[in-house]
């Protein structure tokens, strides 16, 4: 019977498809990017519920992992696995915060209280970025390693499409958002083409708006 249930829901859910490519038509390489689709009115909508913990783990001059879905409200924790220390800091509307430096083997948390994008660094080492993306929808998907995006066990009825994609400004992604009726069944919206810019390519200042000094000696 559990079995028979399932296929009817299934069978009574919408999917939803589509490929992220560059302006000319032509594949990309791999690019950070998420999906989401808020209900509109009319649509039900369904709870994003915790499932955590959330981890931003630094360990090698990295964070991991680099781009983090989580629901609006959520604790994210920051452990420093590194031999050293780490300042890690957001100054974008999303979450702004300042954790100051603290040493290997320590861990602190934030609670991302609203929903939008948190772009986070280190204020010691620039080549440290990561994503959180805050939403209030559990109807999202993450970007594959060919750019393709795919949303099952939707419920049918009126969405609106959202996206984030690295590198790529807001306006441009303003402009890919669009509306969407979902009947039962798949939906394929085929390539949807984004001015994807090189991950190498974006910039960012310190914790006080200035650039970082260049340390080539530095120990870490």
Not at 74 to 94: C, E, I, R, T, W
Not at 168 to 196: E, N
Request: proline share 10%.
């Amino acid at each position: 019977m559990a079995a028979a249930q399932s296929r009817t829901l299934a069978a009574s859910s919408a999917e939803l498809h589509l490929r992220i490519v560059s302006p000319n038509g032509s594949p990309q390489s791999s690019v950070p990017a998420a999906v989401w689709l808020m209900p509109l009115e009319g649509t039900p909508a369904r709870p994003f519920l915790p499932h955590g913990p959330y981890t931003l783990l630094q360990k090698k001059r990295t964070f991991l992992p680099h781009l983090q879905v989580i629901p609006a409200g959520s604790v994210v924790q920051f452990p420093n696995a590194d031999p050293f220390f780490h300042n890690v800091f957001s100054l974008f509307d999303g979450k702004r915060f300042d954790l100051g430096l603290y040493e290997a083997g320590s861990s602190k948390s934030v609670t991302f209280s609203r929903v939008g994008v948190s772009y986070i660094f280190c204020n010691i080492h620039p080549e440290m970025s990561a994503v959180v993306l805050a939403l209030s929808t559990p109807l999202y998907a993450l970007a594959d390693a060919s750019n393709a995006v795919d949303l099952r066990d939707i419920p049918p009825g009126d969405y609106s499409l959202n996206f984030w994609i690295e590198g790529v400004p807001q306006m441009a992604l303003s402009r890919l958002s669009q509306q969407l009726h979902l009947a039962p069944g798949r939906t394929d919206l085929r390539d949807l083409k984004a001015p994807i810019s090189r991950k190498d390519a974006i910039q960012h200042s310190n914790e006080f708006g200035m650039p970082y000094v260049q340390e080539p000696e530095k120990p870490y």
